[in-house]
């Protein structure tokens, strides 16, 4: 069964430390995967996107890892700000001809002074 | 361009209603998403169009929910009747580029936040 688990489902961190957001994927066969951010009360943003070949992608304080063989990505976030705290969607697309999308949960960051 | 734009914000219904959630996707996209929102689920894809035409309704729970493209810039998602357990954020994305749009960035809208009581 095709799907994206991410962890941990939430956390706390003092503004200026550093964080990583996991993903893991049982998705086959993988397209890409990409990054969400979704402040509370709006829709999500993409960060970046993360192809078979691509093992890691920077986004300003944001870089994601790739591990195809794994199948894990990471969401590194450097330098937290208070703007960071948002939830942090993983979503991992197929390569069948029907290119499902399959989501996951979301990781909720909390960025406090 | 002002993005996705999605009304109402908030729907706020009684059970048995019938509820219509709008979208205005960015224009010049030619692929529209509808999908919901729940703590307990995430995010779930209901269906999606392109060029106005229905091509996967899979995601769509039930056959009380019907969703609409009549032109290339506004759709419909429409709950008859709502029950309680369809409170949810629903939220509207577009994406472009024909014939790439599954690779490319979906924008989202705001959401509309339905409350079924």
């Known amino acids: 069964k095709n799907q994206v688990e991410q962890s941990p489902q939430s956390l706390i961190i003092l503004e200026g430390k550093n964080c990583t957001l996991q993903c893991n994927y049982t998705v086959s066969p993988f397209s890409n995967l990409r990054w969400y951010k979704q402040d509370t009360g709006r829709g999500p943003v993409s960060l970046t996107i993360?192809?078979?070949?691509?093992n890691t992608k920077s986004n300003g304080r944001y870089t994601a890892t790739l591990d195809a063989d794994t199948k894990q990505s990471s969401l590194h976030i450097t330098a937290s700000q208070l703007s960071d705290s948002a939830s942090y969607i993983c979503v991992v697309r197929d390569k069948t001809g029907a290119n499902n999308l399959f989501f996951g949960t979301g990781t909720r960051l909390t960025v406090i002074p | 361009d002002a993005g996705v734009i999605q009304s109402p914000r908030h729907e706020v219904t009684e059970m048995g209603q019938e509820v219509t959630l709008r979208c205005k996707p960015i224009s010049g996209h030619d692929y529209l998403f509808w999908y919901r929102q729940t703590m307990m689920r995430g995010l779930e894809l209901l269906i999606y169009?392109?060029?106005?035409?229905?091509?996967?309704d899979s995601g769509m729970p039930e056959d009380r929910f019907s969703a609409k493209m009549p032109n290339a810039s506004f759709s419909t998602l429409k709950i008859q009747p709502s029950e309680p357990r369809d409170s949810a954020v629903y939220f509207c994305a577009s994406s472009g580029a024909p014939g790439q749009s599954f690779s490319y960035e979906q924008y989202f809208g705001p959401g509309t936040r339905l409350t079924v009581t």
């Open positions: 169009f392109n060029n106005n035409v229905p091509i996967d």
């Open positions: 993360m192809t078979f070949s691509e």
